[in-house]
């Protein structure tokens, strides 16, 4: 077990790259905007890499002998899964901003918001799979040495791992009812899906810095 000093050290790092993503993911935002670069294609073409270098990682352990030595670091796609869920999860803060802010400023910042508000909505499914896809990618890399891994990591990976799996059928479940058959769902099942969201997150963090992924 880590000491309590670098479990400080750990929370405030790791707490320091989740808001410096946040504002990257403004910032690029604003940025490709600004240069007349569809969002939408570059949000897709990163998350596809993610999710083909996620896929050919579990390849490559599995089938060892098809798919050659793994070669993507099993940390970078837990780090990966950590931003993008990170980012994924901004839309409920981008969403309190919007509020706030819609009758207090500028019509400038109000559509520049409420455009990162759609963007996130729009790709909210796309990102959710991303970051459960990473984070299988994540622990399939591990599983040769899962005996060599401390016992605390391990558990807190997999309860990580199983309140993500309820988050993603739950939300699933939510696009199929309000996408497809056209129902308003009851605001209790989205809170219960924040709920999910933030128990994620808080898992994911322990196990982050028990790690030290």
């Known amino acids: 077990m880590p000491h309590l000093e670098l479990?400080?050290?750990?929370?405030?790092?790791?707490?320091l790259v989740g808001v410096i993503a946040f504002f990257l993911l403004i910032g690029g935002y604003g940025i490709l905007r600004a240069l007349r670069i569809p969002t939408s294609w570059v949000a897709?073409?990163?998350?596809?890499?993610?999710?083909a270098a996620s896929i050919l990682l579990c390849l490559s352990i599995l089938l060892p002998g098809q798919f050659g030595e793994a070669r993507i670091p099993g940390n970078l796609l837990g780090l990966m899964s950590f931003l993008v869920a990170?980012?994924?999860a901004s839309q409920?803060?981008?969403?309190?901003?919007?509020?706030?802010?819609?009758?207090?400023?500028?019509?400038?910042?109000?559509?520049?918001?409420?455009?990162?508000?759609?963007f996130l909505r729009k790709h909210h499914v796309?990102?959710?799979?991303?970051?459960?896809?990473?984070?299988?990618?994540?622990?399939?890399?591990?599983?040769?040495?899962?005996l060599r891994v401390q016992q605390y990591e391990v558990i807190t990976g997999?309860?990580?791992?199983?309140?993500?799996?309820?988050?993603?059928?739950?939300?699933?479940?939510i696009w199929l009812q309000v996408t497809v058959r056209k129902q308003r769902m009851p605001q209790g099942v989205h809170t219960v899906h924040s709920?999910?969201?933030?128990?994620?997150?808080?898992?994911?963090?322990?196990?982050?810095i028990l790690a030290g992924a």
């Open 7 to 15: 479990v400080l050290f750990r929370l405030v790092l790791f707490s």
């Open 44 to 51: 897709w073409i990163v998350g596809t890499l993610l999710i």
């Open 86 to 88: 990170v980012n994924s």
């Open 92 to 118: 409920w803060t981008t969403r309190q901003w919007y509020v706030h802010i819609g009758k207090r400023t500028t019509s400038l910042l109000v559509k520049g918001s409420r455009n990162i508000l759609l």
């Open 126 to 146: 796309f990102f959710g799979w991303v970051v459960a896809l990473t984070a299988i990618g994540h622990t399939v890399y591990y599983l040769p040495i899962l």
């Open 158 to 173: 997999f309860i990580a791992l199983g309140i993500l799996a309820l988050s993603a059928l739950l939300g699933m479940w």
């Open 195 to 208: 709920a999910l969201a933030i128990a994620f997150f808080v898992t994911l963090m322990v196990h982050m």
